[in-house]
């Protein structure tokens, strides 16, 4: 192993608890055990076996791939994290850690569940946000939109997708029955943006976050980790030019990453009746406009779950999902973001008490509170009981939805 854990140990509070946190795109980041000590936990992260932030890792000095490192990053990393954590927490205060906790988002995410899904004994607990599920597809994805405007010619301006972005939400925000800038289910948005073609999109500037357009003139730029995960886990060249890519090669590096890294990095196993039966909870959330990691694959992912672990009312027993709207990757954007889903878990492991709802909040730049909302377990959705401000949570009722 390979892995450089961080823990540390304050007064541990009177539950005796352990949480370990991850919460960046390729490892953990040390500064982030400060919240969790501060409120009495025994905390550690660890960088799963390499430093910065690029996979290049995956490629060792002779251009061959690192097994080693790879598997750390995937999964040994976090496991072996928490048993050093288990076994210093142990060793310091003279007692195991009554309970542990995972709380991680999008890489953290996935490696929470993957800690369910291999390790089913590690936590009690785990908080699971934007989970990167489907590692070895969701980079191969990332590329698509890249290759279809490259074979096109037709590198799509920034301010065109601002355009179509806002012309969407414009079209369906009231599909729920009121308006307030956000799309409740974007799956049953139906809006066809042709009717935008010769239309003027305003003044350009900005450039996506993502998968994006650039320069003068226009032309592609991938998203960064997905342009790593094409240069050094599947063609091994770090100088690889994704301009070369063509529709004929994409097909082939798809069933490449699939069947050579599923094995490793696949994090969308249903079976979890290991921590299930063992008495481990899992809340998993995920933002519904997420430009990183795709929200219907969480959706599919719980769904598929639900059909092996015995339908909708036992999978609810030991893991629930919610959907925010309107929130971005991990949090922000124009919806009202969980507020302490962590704090509903302990509450579900250490009191029984599962919950239904998650509370939600936007803020404006001030910080101020602008708007409530509760979060509701999936497929029901936040139905506003027709009276009272929109921008208050005791106005809407959890329902199935429209």
């Known amino acids: 192993m390979h892995t450089r854990e961080k823990f540390f140990n304050p007064l541990w509070n009177g539950r005796k608890r352990l949480r370990n946190v991850q919460n960046s795109s390729l490892g953990g980041n040390p500064n982030a055990v400060r919240r969790p000590v501060a409120f009495g936990f025994a905390a550690g992260a660890t960088d799963t076996g390499h430093e910065g932030g690029s996979v290049s ?62 390790s089913p004994a590690d936590y009690e607990g785990i908080h699971s946000a934007a989970p990167a599920i489907n590692w070895s597809k969701l980079h191969i994805a990332q590329m698509w939109s890249q290759l279809v405007v490259l074979e096109t010619r037709n590198f799509l301006p920034p301010c065109k997708f601002a355009a179509a972005q806002a012309a969407t939400v414009a079209a369906c925000d009231a599909i729920d029955g009121f308006k307030d800038g ?86 969308d196993s249903p079976n979890l009746s290991a921590f299930r039966d063992r008495g481990g909870k899992a809340i998993v959330w995920h933002g519904w406009v997420d430009p990183a990691i795709h929200p219907e694959g969480t959706i599919d992912y719980y769904e598929r779950v639900q059909q092996r672990m015995g339908g909708p009312e036992k999978t609810a027993e030991f893991i629930r999902l919610f959907m925010a709207p309107g929130v971005g990757h991990c949090g922000g954007g124009p919806g009202p973001g969980p507020l302490g889903p962590f704090d509903a878990l302990l509450k579900w492991v250490e009191e029984g008490k599962a919950p239904d709802t998650l509370n939600a909040a936007r803020r404006d730049q001030a910080g101020n509170v602008v708007r409530t909302r509760p979060l509701c377990q999936y497929p029901l959705v936040a139905r506003y009981k027709g009276s009272g401000s929109t921008d208050d949570a005791a106005n809407f009722v959890c329902a199935a939805n429209f």
């Open 57 to 118: 890792f995956a490629v060792d000095a002779n251009g061959r791939l690192n097994w080693m490192l790879i598997r750390d990053n995937a999964y040994l990393g976090i496991h072996e994290m928490t048993v050093t954590g288990k076994a210093l927490t142990e060793a310091f205060y003279g007692k195991p850690p009554r309970y542990s906790y995972f709380n991680g988002c999008s890489t953290g995410g996935r490696q929470g569940l993957m800690e369910a899904q291999r």
């Open 182 to 267: 956000v799309i409740e289910d974007p799956r049953r948005c139906s809006y066809d943006p042709k009717a935008l073609a010769g239309a003027a999109a305003g003044e350009c500037g900005a450039n996506f976050a993502l998968s994006a357009t650039d320069g003068m003139p226009l032309t592609g730029r991938p998203f960064n980790l997905t342009l790593d995960w094409w240069k050094y886990f599947l063609t091994k060249n770090p100088q690889w030019d994704w301009a070369t890519l063509t529709y004929a090669a994409f097909e082939q590096f798809w069933d490449q990453s699939v069947e050579q890294f599923g094995a490793v990095l696949g994090t």
